[in-house]
């Protein structure tokens, strides 16, 4: 979880015709022990994520001269229902984070999150608590146990917050749930490499798909309320049994919390 400006985007292109994008990383416990989400795009459309790949390419080839300069892709489209969003630390555009409060200000029905590390800015936070407020059905579903155990303790900081405000919140067992997905009101999905956290956020190179699209969005629904079978919902009423050691360790590690 530390360093910053990391390049943390998972992507494949193949001639420029069928592109995938999501959580996957190259390695054996992503194919055969976590639980991951990625996207396949065939089409114009994989033309977008050809281009992350070679405007990185040509900008830090430099530092190699010898590597050769890619063309940029010619054919581009103007799809409206599918929009590629790069974060990009050193121009200072971190597009995703704006895509994800404008999807949680419009919803109106359910949103259904998908997260490895949920340590969410005081902006996405609160814009969440609105939601559930005005009766949005907010449910958050993340590992119990992850691979990185300081962003378990952040993440946990903020679950009375959630609880007492409606944000439901469903504990994956038993595996570790690494996909960074999001789906809103039956119309709206994103899928890519950001984690709700600052430095996917606002410090690393990440990029999702924002799609509009009912179909695909059903299926996510679909996806969410089968990981939920394998998840257990945390109540207030449980959060509030845990133990003084526990309120004390959330206590002063939420300091950290900006660093994440």
């Known amino acids: 979880m530390s360093g910053y400006a990391r390049d943390h985007r998972k992507i494949l292109v193949v001639d420029g015709y069928i592109a995938f994008i999501g959580g996957y990383n190259v390695g054996e416990r992503y194919a055969t022990e976590w639980r991951d989400t990625h996207i396949k795009i065939e089409g114009r459309d994989a033309l977008e994520l050809e281009s992350v790949c070679i405007d990185f390419w040509n900008m830090y080839r430099k530092r190699k001269r010898s590597l050769p300069v890619l063309p940029d892709p010619l054919e581009r489209d103007w799809d409206p229902l599918i929009v590629v969003h790069r974060n990009d630390p050193h121009l200072l555009v971190f ?150 050691l526990q309120i004390f360790a959330e206590t002063i590690l939420s300091p950290l919390r900006p660093l994440i």
């Open 95 to 244: 597009p995703i984070r704006n895509s994800y409060l404008e999807g949680i200000n419009r919803a109106h029905k359910h949103i259904y999150l998908t997260h490895a590390y949920f340590v969410p800015d005081r902006i996405i936070l609160q814009a969440l608590l609105q939601a559930a407020a005005r009766g949005v059905d907010v449910r958050v579903l993340l590992p119990a146990t992850s691979n990185h155990i300081l962003a378990d303790w952040l993440a946990r900081g903020l679950y009375t917050q959630c609880l007492s405000g409606g944000v439901r919140l469903f504990l994956y067992q038993h595996a570790m749930v690494h996909a960074k997905t999001a789906t809103i009101d039956g119309i709206w999905s994103t899928i890519g490499t950001a984690n709700l956290d600052r430095l996917s956020m606002l410090g690393n190179f990440e990029v999702n798909v924002e799609i509009y699209d009912a179909t695909l969005a059903r299926q996510m629904e679909d996806i969410f309320l089968q990981d939920s079978t394998s998840a257990r919902e945390l109540t207030f009423a449980q959060w509030k049994r845990r133990s003084p």
